[in-house]
C-alpha cells in the first residue's frame, strides 16, 4: 500500500532528477556555443594575423629594397637632376609605394572583419531559428524582425 509520504517523496525526486536534466542540458548547449564562439574568434584572428603578417613583411620588404635601390637610383638621378632634387624624386616614389602597401593591407583587414561579422550573424540567425518565434501577446502576429 501507497502512503501519501511515498508519493511525495517520489514526486520530489522526479522533479530533481528533471531539475538535474534541465541543469546537465543546459550546460551542454553553453558549452557548446563557447566552442562554436572560441572556434569563430579563432578564425578570424588568423585572418587578422594573416593581414598583419602581409603588412609587416611588406614593410620589411620595401624598406629593404628601397635601402639597396636608394643608391643605385640616387645615382641615377644625379647624374640627371641636382642631388637635391633627385632625393625629392626618390622620396615621393616612396611614399607611393608606402601607401599602396597600405591601402592592400587595410582591404585585407577589412574583408577579415566582414568575413567575422558575417559568420557572427550567420549564427545569430542559426540561434534564433532554433529559437523559433517568439510568443506574441494576443491578437498580435509574431515579430519577423525590423519593418
Known amino acids: 500500500m501507497r502512503t501519501r509520504d511515498n508519493g511525495q517523496a517520489a514526486a520530489g525526486d522526479r522533479?530533481?532528477?528533471?531539475?538535474?536534466?534541465?541543469?546537465?542540458?543546459?550546460?551542454?548547449?553553453v558549452r557548446q556555443e563557447v566552442r562554436t564562439i572560441q572556434e569563430e574568434a579563432r578564425s578570424a584572428g588568423k585572418r587578422f594575423g594573416a593581414g598583419g603578417v602581409l603588412l609587416a613583411g611588406a614593410g620589411t620588404c620595401g624598406l629593404?629594397?628601397?635601402w639597396a635601390a636608394h643608391e643605385t637610383l640616387l645615382l641615377a638621378a644625379e647624374s640627371?637632376?641636382?642631388?637635391r632634387a633627385a632625393s625629392a624624386v626618390l622620396a615621393g616614389a616612396y611614399a607611393s609605394g608606402a601607401a599602396a602597401l597600405a591601402l592592400a593591407a587595410r582591404s585585407s583587414m577589412r574583408a577579415a572583419a566582414e568575413a567575422?561579422?558575417?559568420?557572427?550573424?550567420?549564427?545569430?540567425?542559426?540561434?534564433?531559428?532554433?529559437?523559433?518565434p517568439a510568443?506574441?501577446?494576443?491578437?498580435?502576429e509574431p515579430s519577423r524582425g525590423s519593418d
Not at 116 to 132: P, V
Open 116 to 132: 567575422a561579422a558575417d559568420a557572427l550573424d550567420k549564427e545569430t540567425g542559426a540561434l534564433e531559428s532554433q529559437k523559433g
Open 135 to 140: 510568443a506574441a501577446p494576443a491578437g498580435q
Open 15 to 29: 522533479v530533481r532528477d528533471s531539475t538535474a536534466r534541465l541543469a546537465q542540458d543546459t550546460a551542454d548547449l
Open 80 to 83: 640627371v637632376l641636382p642631388r
Open 64 to 66: 629593404l629594397a628601397l
